[in-house]
């Protein structure tokens, strides 16, 4: 059988992110839509949940597939992924961005590669946001 790649699906777990950022849906929705457009995505709808006492869920769902987040706030956790189809949308570039937004003590990444086979696992190329 002959595979070719159908995407690439970044996930990255984030820790020592401000719990003010971690527990505004609004704000997290905001920035998620600014990530996939950054991203050159297209954003089909987004659904965010903002939990008591505390988290909150977004999800952007993509004409390339779909961008996430769900956090923790009192650990200062959060979880991200973006996975895009084809080879024009990277979703690293979405990935980067919120890396901006959320400024995280620690990252942890990994990269699929998705449609090969076999998954293929690749260490992701996290670039050390700028923090202004």
């Given at each position: 059988?002959?595979?070719?790649?159908?995407?690439?699906?970044?996930?990255?777990?984030?820790?020592?992110?401000?719990?003010?950022?971690?527990?505004?849906?609004?704000?997290l929705?905001?920035q998620?839509?600014?990530?996939?457009e950054?991203?050159?995505?297209?954003?089909?709808?987004?659904?965010s949940?903002?939990?008591?006492?505390?988290?909150?869920?977004?999800?952007?769902?993509?004409?390339?597939?779909?961008l996430?987040?769900?956090?923790y706030?009192?650990?200062?956790?959060?979880?991200?992924?973006?996975y895009?189809?084809?080879?024009?949308?990277?979703?690293?570039?979405?990935?980067?961005?919120?890396?901006s937004v959320?400024?995280p003590?620690?990252?942890?990444?990994?990269?699929?590669?998705?449609?090969m086979?076999?998954?293929?696992?690749?260490?992701?190329?996290?670039k050390?946001?700028?923090?202004?």
């Amino acid at each position: 059988m002959e595979y070719s790649t159908f995407g690439r699906h970044v996930a990255v777990d984030t820790w020592g992110v401000d719990f003010e950022l971690l527990n505004n849906a609004e704000f997290l929705q905001a920035q998620m839509v600014e990530a996939a457009e950054a991203c050159g995505a297209t954003v089909l709808s987004v659904q965010s949940k903002q939990f008591e006492p505390q988290g909150a869920t977004v999800l952007v769902l993509l004409s390339e597939s779909h961008l996430s987040i769900h956090t923790y706030p009192e650990k200062g956790f959060a979880a991200l992924d973006c996975y895009t189809c084809g080879e024009t949308v990277d979703p690293q570039l979405a990935i980067d961005y919120m890396l901006s937004v959320l400024k995280p003590t620690t990252t942890h990444g990994k990269k699929l590669v998705r449609g090969m086979g076999e998954l293929k696992v690749v260490e992701p190329e996290m670039k050390q946001p700028q923090y202004v």
